[in-house]
């Protein structure tokens, strides 16, 4: 008769000589690095100006609970979660500010084979990486807003390539190639309260008047230039005689048509944008300025590494929305 706890026996020895020649004997390759357990490291945290001692105190509170969020649901793999914080307000950025920006960044480095073992216990770990991870408070980056009036901007507007969609209660701003040569993309977010948004589109007669004074700047700085600048700034007069119902709609504007005015164009045009502002009356004034009054989320991935995307797609998971939502105007 076959003596089972010999057989049960041998097979928990092979289980641990599999495992003893996976930890210690295997041949190094990217797709054993992916398996292995990651590890979180904490990067600079630091990176802070104008902001007050006690406002300080309360943002340091708000980017902990969301290092919380992330360390508790979503576990690296094949990487190093390296994380930093950030609290700065410089004065070149707005002029009447309403609420500090501050953010939390994830950057995924992988784990490398080691070039002089072929011992997966030997890796190294990758010392900078473009994949990562951004939540702020108070700030939209790729479109330069923050919770402050414009600070002398030269346009007196900023740029959206297009409107955001509102996806399961929130704003989606779409996939944005950072770097097509890398298959470097971006995925941004935008959470509010109230179904608002911190900014608002300029109309057009807004955006006729801004032009109107930059172009006649123009003529001031460089009076040789006077009959250039004037015939566009006789088409922008002819226009802001048109009816109100054109004048009220949003400014869709082509790029190389800045510091000139040629006419409108449909929105979603190639090389069009949409003329924005900071909207001040999206925010509760009568809260301390530390307090998060709106999020952005930004995923940014290298396409085609699988230690990246399969990360970032559990980060993914682990960023709670719903969470970030709760927290704002607190």
Same mark, same amino acid.
């Given at each position: 008769?076959?003596?089972?706890?010999?057989?049960?026996?041998?097979?928990?020895?092979?289980?641990?000589?599999?495992?003893?020649?996976?930890?210690?004997?295997?041949?190094?390759?990217?797709?054993?690095?992916?398996?292995?357990?990651?590890?979180?490291?904490?990067?600079?945290?630091?990176?802070?100006?104008?902001?007050?001692?006690?406002?300080?105190?309360?943002?340091?509170?708000?980017?902990?609970?969301?290092?919380?969020?992330?360390?508790?649901?979503?576990?690296?793999?094949?990487?190093?979660?390296?994380?930093?914080?950030?609290?700065?307000?410089?004065?070149?950025?707005?002029?009447?500010?309403?609420?500090?920006?501050?953010?939390?960044?994830?950057?995924?480095?992988?784990?490398?084979?080691?070039?002089?073992?072929?011992?997966?216990?030997?890796?190294?770990?990758?010392?900078?990486?473009?994949?990562?991870?951004?939540?702020?408070?108070?700030?939209?980056?790729?479109?330069?807003?923050?919770?402050?009036?414009?600070?002398?901007?030269?346009?007196?507007?900023?740029?959206?390539?297009?409107?955001?969609?509102?996806?399961?209660?929130?704003?989606?701003?779409?996939?944005?190639?950072?770097?097509?040569?890398?298959?470097?993309?971006?995925?941004?977010?935008?959470?509010?309260?109230?179904?608002?948004?911190?900014?608002?589109?300029?109309?057009?007669?807004?955006?006729?008047?801004?032009?109107?004074?930059?172009?006649?700047?123009? /003529?001031?700085?460089?009076?040789?230039?006077?009959?250039?600048?004037?015939?566009?700034?006789?088409? /922008?007069?002819?226009?802001?005689?048109?009816?109100?119902?054109?004048?009220?709609?949003?400014?869709?504007?082509?790029?190389?048509?800045?510091?000139?005015?040629?006419?409108?164009?449909?929105?979603?045009?190639?090389?069009?944008?949409?003329?924005?502002?900071?909207?001040?009356?999206?925010?509760?004034?009568?809260?301390?300025?530390?307090?998060?009054?709106?999020?952005?989320?930004?995923?940014?991935?290298?396409?085609?590494?699988?230690?990246?995307?399969?990360?970032?797609?559990?980060?993914?998971?682990?960023?709670?929305?719903?969470?970030?939502?709760?927290?704002?105007?607190?």
């Amino acid at each position: 008769m076959i003596n089972k706890y010999r057989i049960m026996g041998k097979i928990i020895v092979f289980a641990f000589l599999l495992i003893a020649q996976f930890s210690f004997g295997q041949d190094c390759t990217e797709e054993l690095l992916l398996q292995k357990p990651g590890t979180w490291k904490a990067g600079i945290q630091g990176s802070i100006h104008g902001v007050s001692p006690a406002d300080l105190v309360k943002e340091k509170s708000v980017l902990a609970a969301i290092h919380k969020m992330e360390n508790t649901k979503y576990n690296p793999k094949g990487c190093q979660v390296l994380y930093s914080t950030s609290y700065s307000k410089y004065p070149s950025a707005g002029d009447v500010w309403i609420s500090d920006p501050y953010h939390y960044t994830m950057y995924i480095l992988p784990f490398l084979c080691n070039n002089k073992s072929t011992d997966i216990s030997k890796f190294t770990v990758a010392i900078a990486s473009a994949t990562n991870v951004t939540i702020s408070a108070n700030e939209i980056s790729w479109l330069n807003i923050f919770a402050a009036t414009i600070h002398d901007d030269f346009r007196g507007y900023y740029k959206l390539a297009d409107r955001p969609v509102k996806k399961d209660g929130y704003y989606y701003f779409g996939k944005d190639k950072v770097d097509p040569g890398q298959e470097l993309v971006e995925y941004q977010w935008l959470i509010t309260y109230n179904d608002a948004l911190p900014f608002s589109y300029l109309s057009r007669r807004e955006y006729l008047q801004l032009q109107q004074k930059r172009l006649e700047k123009s /003529i001031k700085e460089s009076p040789g230039e006077k009959e250039y600048f004037q015939k566009f700034i006789d088409n /922008i007069s002819e226009y802001l005689t048109k009816p109100d119902s054109d004048l009220s709609q949003t400014a869709i504007c082509m790029s190389n048509d800045e510091e000139r005015f040629s006419g409108f164009v449909k929105e979603g045009t190639k090389g069009s944008f949409i003329a924005v502002k900071p909207n001040l009356e999206y925010y509760n004034k009568k809260l301390p300025m530390s307090s998060p009054q709106f999020f952005t989320v930004i995923y940014t991935l290298s396409q085609g590494e699988p230690v990246f995307e399969e990360n970032i797609a559990a980060i993914i998971e682990a960023t709670d929305f719903a969470a970030l939502k709760n927290m704002l105007g607190k």
